[in-house]
């Protein structure tokens, strides 16, 4: 179906279907790369296939064959290069399917998750302990699925949430206390996780691994991650890839309560940054 002529070029309604959604697939691979160095990968290809167009439009066979060859092989290295954020991209469609968008489906899918049974009370109370004690810890809430990759770079315990074991584990003789526990079900599924930390360049230079890796898994997955910092004490919560600083127990847990009920957008989640902030990731409550 024609809609108008530009000149010699006839453009119909597919080719401006077309147009928009391939750059809404830009913009959404570019939503998900800023900030890190794959966005610099990703322009790096973007150029030169634009070059690889032109050079094909303008019958040089030589380079058009040199540059096609490449882009063959791009593609597979493409593959490599981005598997995190292909990944990401695959766990944006899926969460936006019509399965997912599904209220009677969701509702018994929560069932299944970390929402429904979750006593907040002894993270809480060992949280606000280790935090007058400069104990460091890193607690990730999952939320639509048990993690158990991560899980598993730990050691497995299965056990009964209480404060007592929260400190325990985190207890600076203790064998568990480095990497992070995990929380799914009501229950301590592991202790000692290793979490992808943040390649996001945007991160401030003052935040170590501990909170770099609470970034990662809140980048890589839906879950909500405590960090209680061993140098300041200080409370965080990171998720959706925003950090939130220096948190009150009340605030904990009105943001944890969020987070894992609801729903929540990335424009919500993310609160105003104030003047004085110069980093869009980290936000610390006036
Ligand atoms: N990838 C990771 N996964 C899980 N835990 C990690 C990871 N990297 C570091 N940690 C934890 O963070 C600790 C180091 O924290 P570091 O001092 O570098 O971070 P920080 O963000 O400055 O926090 P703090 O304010 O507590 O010092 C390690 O001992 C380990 O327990």
């Not at 928009?20 to 890190?36: A, D, T």
């Not at 993270?123 to 607690?139: D, P, Q, R, W, Y």
């Not at 599924?189 to 990662?216: D, Q, Y």
Request: charged share 20%; proline share 3%.
């Amino acid at each position: 179906m024609l809609l108008f002529p530009i000149g010699f070029l006839e453009v119909t309604f597919v080719d401006v279907a077309e147009i928009l959604l391939v750059g809404y697939l830009l913009y959404q691979l570019y939503k998900l790369m800023r900030g890190s160095v794959a966005i610099r990968i990703f322009i790096g290809i973007i150029s030169i296939y634009l070059l690889y167009l032109i050079v094909k439009a303008t019958g040089m066979e030589l380079l058009t064959g040199i540059l096609g060859q490449f882009i063959d092989v791009g593609v597979i290295a493409a593959i490599v290069v981005f598997q995190q954020e292909i990944r990401k991209f695959l766990m944006v469609i899926g969460k936006s399917t019509f399965f997912n968008n599904d209220f009677f489906l969701r509702s018994l899918l929560r069932r299944n998750a970390n929402l429904t049974n979750l006593n907040l009370q002894p993270v809480l109370e060992a949280a606000k302990a280790m935090s007058g004690t400069n104990t460091g810890g890193l607690i990730v809430f999952a939320k639509s699925s048990e993690l158990k990759f991560y899980a598993e770079s730990g050691d497995i315990l299965d056990a009964k949430l209480s404060k007592r074991l929260l400190l325990s584990i985190f207890y600076k003789n203790s064998p568990l206390h480095d990497g992070a526990v995990i929380i799914y079900n009501n229950q301590v599924k592991a202790a000692r996780c290793i979490l992808p930390v943040t390649e996001n360049t945007e991160v401030p230079a003052s935040l170590g691994l501990r909170h770099r890796a609470a970034l990662g898994m809140s980048e890589a997955t839906d879950s909500v991650v405590l960090i209680i910092s061993e140098e300041t004490g200080q409370m965080s919560l990171a998720f959706n890839g925003r950090l939130e600083h220096n948190l009150s127990i009340t605030e904990l847990r009105d943001k944890i309560n969020h987070y894992l009920n609801e729903d929540v957008d990335e424009e919500e989640v993310v609160p105003e940054t104030t003047p004085e902030e110069d980093s869009p990731i980290l936000h610390t409550p006036a």
